[in-house]
């Protein structure tokens, strides 16, 4: 077993273990509220999905949401009743879960985990049952034309990546994932070799530890999942789509190629985002924000062109999108607002003040990110999927060194035609 301290200044008391099954356990002690929030992320998402079991991931976290082994169907009356809550979530590079209960309860989210990781089964009748509840779910975000347009537009940005596929997966497979399927993807991912557990709040480090080692310390780690061999090739042209359904207005949507989070274009990517759309929103998990002040809302809100405007990115271990999206405003020809948010993003002109804008609002969202116990674990479990948690670290410092030449730098290499792809989502009838 491997114990260390991590010196991470924004998070101050940062412990690191390794069991000697593979599982890597981070705990933080924070005894500033009287609550404890525990969280376990699997290294497995739609990045590790292949055709025929898209969605897969996230089915599975819908079969454990409830509990595994002998919490089955307890989870929600056992944290309830204590006072906390719990979720979960599916994204391109893992599935995490989490309880956030009154500190004292730190054992129960605990077994609760181990049983998740050790002890799931899938029961034919219950897979039915998550089955519909998904594909309600799926109907539900093909009935939004701003859905709608992101996945082709997704789909066309990448051609060969498994990132092309949506999270919830595609409706026929959805349909047609086997019990088998299931039981075999959580053997193969669902391991403490390709797991992360966090521990944040008002505990003992040491005793946790100790907790953790005796409920999962004797769980098979077995060998780390091989990773996905499909690598992106190179954009060489602009791509366009278009999309016609039953909607009220028009909508734009422009994705260039992004950086992962591991790098080096990392940090004047994101000061360049913020000088676009603003920080304000950004998190570990997505990034989709505008500000009153930013270009972004100036340009296409303000100057009459779209009745709301957004820009999204998000940390991931390969490189992935950012993707830009416009209502349009009424009355406005889509091609028109298209226009004016191309010239603005590739024509992209920044000063010393902005950059300077821009650093703060970074610096002020990352420290934000940290500021309850919940965000430290989310940031510390996503940055350890996706690169590691001293990144956090190292980005604030090279957020603080970003120029106004680094930002027009990034805007030249990635907001360019080649390495684009726009889609027009146009109301059923219209220009028809």
Not at 34 to 56: F, L, M, Q
Not at 241 to 263: H, I
Not at 307 to 324: E, K, N, R, V
Request: aromatic share 8%; charged share 30%; proline share 5%.
């Amino acid at each position: 077993m491997l114990w260390r301290r991590l010196s991470v200044p924004s998070l101050p008391g940062l412990h690191v273990e390794v069991l000697d099954n593979g599982l890597r356990v981070l705990v933080r002690e924070d005894r500033s509220a009287p609550v404890v929030t525990c969280w376990a992320a699997y290294r497995v998402g739609s990045r590790n999905e292949r055709p025929g079991i898209t969605g897969i991931s996230h089915f599975i976290e819908h079969m454990l949401f409830r509990g595994a082994g002998k919490f089955r169907d307890e989870v929600d009356r056992l944290v309830s009743s204590r006072g906390g809550h719990f979720n979960a979530f599916t994204s391109q590079d893992a599935t995490m879960y989490y309880e956030t209960l009154p500190s004292g309860s730190l054992k129960l989210a605990l077994e609760i985990e181990a049983e998740r990781m050790s002890n799931a089964f899938f029961d034919e009748e219950v897979v039915e049952r998550e089955r519909g509840v998904i594909l309600a779910e799926r109907e539900m975000s093909e009935n939004q034309p701003e859905y709608q347009l992101w996945e082709l537009v997704r789909a066309t940005a990448l051609i060969a990546h498994p990132y092309r596929w949506p999270v919830v997966g595609w409706r026929s497979d959805i349909e047609s994932i086997t019990v088998d399927d299931l039981r075999e993807y959580y053997r193969t991912y669902y391991r403490p070799s390709n797991a992360i557990l966090v521990v944040v709040g008002d505990v003992d480090a040491g005793e946790a530890v100790k907790e953790v080692e005796e409920l999962f310390g004797g769980l098979e780690g077995g060998a780390r999942p091989p990773e996905p061999r499909t690598r992106e090739p190179p954009q060489r042209g602009e791509r366009r789509v278009e999309l016609r359904m039953p909607a009220n207005v028009s909508y734009v949507c422009v994705a260039y190629k992004a950086p992962s989070a591991s790098s080096e274009d990392l940090a004047p990517f994101l000061v360049m985002h913020a000088v676009l759309a603003g920080a304000k929103s950004f998190n570990p998990l997505s990034g989709a924000s505008f500000t009153r002040s930013s270009k972004l809302y100036k340009e296409l809100v303000r100057g009459g062109y779209a009745s709301s405007a957004s820009a999204w990115f998000m940390l991931t271990i390969d490189p992935y999108l950012y993707a830009l999206s416009l209502t349009v405003r009424s009355g406005v020809e889509p091609e028109e607002a298209e226009k004016k948010l191309l010239a603005l993003v590739e024509g992209l002109e920044v000063s010393e003040d902005e950059v300077k804008r821009a650093i703060s609002q970074v610096e002020a969202q990352l420290a934000y990110n940290v500021e309850d116990f919940t965000g430290q674990a989310l940031m510390m479990c996503r940055l350890e999927v996706v690169a590691s948690v001293e990144r956090l670290e190292k980005l604030m410092e090279e957020v603080k060194r970003v120029s106004p030449a680094d930002v027009r730098r990034v805007a030249s290499e990635y907001l360019v035609e080649d390495k684009r792809t726009v889609g027009i989502l146009r109301p059923e009838g219209v220009g028809a």
